[in-house]
């Protein structure tokens, strides 16, 4: 697998204190990355590191195939395309105008002017002025400007900060589409961890500085495996089969099972078959992204 983004013990300190502390990050390319957290865990400060912005403690970090360094940094960010915070705009001038002042810097062609603005949806409004704009249109405009160039890898910090529903919604489908769309590998992160389960399909989660889980979306299914719920016709028939399960809890016709492998569970509706439970529904209980990080860390997301 190629990876747009790799780094290795990657540590960030400010007066002895880790902020960042041994991250390892894989970027998978052509991906959607949603990098989550809390707030002051540390993926601003890792995101910072990758765009230059702040000189590493410690650790390596290779972006595009390359290390980077003193020499080649210009050279790679050029290829990047970057969010961080909120996006800087003029508000006296117009979205057009904006996105030319950025081509100007660097050095894009003028067409692609028009590329980005379809990208993101902002044809229509590219001659009105920025200080009109919503929020979510400026994200937006602030994606566009980290579009131009065509570059092969975005890094987005909490884009969806601030936004109604509506514009989260907006922001999700547009960040979802970009590898498809544009062919850019997508580095995003997020506290909203229900959001971010809409749009990633490889995730990091981070809290207190330190990586506690990388890998595809459907790996957290280890974690995501809560209860089951099983109703029967039968529950006295069904009683003395699960008798040997502890903290089953039993409402008339339902009971409530604690999790299991597959393979048990199979054998489990076998066995209850064979004594005329009468299984008219199994139903397992899926833990969401906020309880899954909850349970990794023992705290929640604020």
């Given at each position: 697998?190629?990876y747009?983004?790799?780094?290795?013990?990657?540590?960030?300190?400010?007066?002895?204190?880790?902020?960042?502390?041994?991250?390892?990050?894989f970027?998978?390319?052509?991906?959607?990355?949603?990098?989550?957290?809390?707030?002051?865990?540390?993926?601003?400060?890792?995101?910072?590191?990758?765009l230059?912005?702040?000189?590493?403690?410690?650790?390596?970090?290779?972006?595009?195939?390359q290390?980077?360094?003193?020499?080649?940094?210009?050279e790679?960010?050029?290829?990047i395309?970057?969010?961080?915070?909120s996006?800087?705009?003029?508000?006296?001038?117009?979205?057009?105008?904006?996105?030319?002042?950025?081509?100007?810097?660097?050095n894009?062609?003028?067409?692609?002017?028009?590329?980005?603005?379809?990208?993101?949806?902002?044809?229509?409004s590219?001659?009105?002025?920025?200080?009109?704009?919503?929020?979510?249109?400026?994200?937006r405009?602030?994606?566009?400007?980290?579009?131009?160039?065509?570059?092969?890898?975005?890094?987005?910090?909490?884009?969806?900060n601030?936004?109604?529903?509506?514009?989260?919604?907006?922001?999700?489908?547009?960040?979802?589409?970009?590898?498809?769309?544009c062919g850019?590998?997508?580095?995003?992160?997020?506290?909203?961890?229900?959001?971010?389960?809409?749009?990633?399909?490889?995730?990091?989660?981070?809290?207190?500085?330190?990586?506690?889980?990388?890998?595809?979306?459907?790996?957290?299914?280890q974690y995501?495996?809560?209860?089951?719920?099983?109703?029967?016709?039968?529950p006295?028939?069904?009683?003395?089969?699960?008798?040997?399960?502890?903290?089953?809890?039993?409402?008339?016709?339902?009971?409530?099972?604690?999790?299991?492998?597959?393979?048990?569970?199979?054998?489990?509706?076998?066995?209850?078959?064979?004594?005329?439970?009468?299984?008219?529904?199994?139903?397992?209980?899926?833990k969401s992204?906020?309880?899954?990080?909850?349970?990794l860390?023992?705290?929640?997301v604020?």
């Open positions: 697998m190629n747009v983004v790799e780094t290795t013990a990657l540590c960030k300190q400010y007066a002895g204190r880790p902020v960042v502390d041994q991250v390892s990050l970027v998978p390319e052509g991906s959607v990355y949603g990098f989550i957290g809390p707030n002051g865990a540390g993926k601003s400060t890792t995101m910072k590191m990758l230059g912005l702040l000189k590493p403690s410690s650790g390596a970090i290779h972006l595009l195939g290390e980077m360094n003193a020499k080649n940094r210009l790679l960010l050029r290829q395309g970057s969010l961080i915070e996006p800087s705009c003029y508000g006296h001038l117009t979205g057009e105008e904006n996105l030319q002042i950025v081509a100007d810097l660097k894009v062609p003028k067409g692609d002017i028009d590329r980005v603005l379809e990208i993101v949806g902002l044809t229509a590219r001659k009105k002025k920025v200080k009109q704009y919503s929020l979510g249109m400026r994200q405009l602030g994606i566009a400007q980290a579009l131009l160039g065509s570059p092969k890898l975005l890094i987005l910090d909490e884009p969806t601030g936004l109604d529903p509506a514009g989260i919604q907006e922001m999700r489908s547009l960040i979802r589409e970009m590898p498809r769309r850019a590998t997508v580095l995003i992160s997020s506290h909203l961890l229900s959001e971010m389960e809409q749009m990633a399909d490889h995730v990091g989660i981070i809290d207190r500085g330190q990586l506690l889980f990388q890998g595809p979306l459907p790996e957290l299914q995501s495996r809560g209860d089951i719920t099983l109703r029967v016709l039968h006295e028939n069904a009683a003395p089969v699960l008798s040997g399960f502890e903290s089953v809890e039993q409402t008339r016709h339902t009971f409530r099972l604690p999790t299991m492998p597959e393979d048990q569970l199979a054998l489990l509706v076998q066995q209850l078959a064979g004594n005329h439970a009468g299984v008219v529904e199994l139903r397992r209980h899926t992204l906020e309880e899954i990080f909850l349970s860390t023992g705290r929640e604020k």
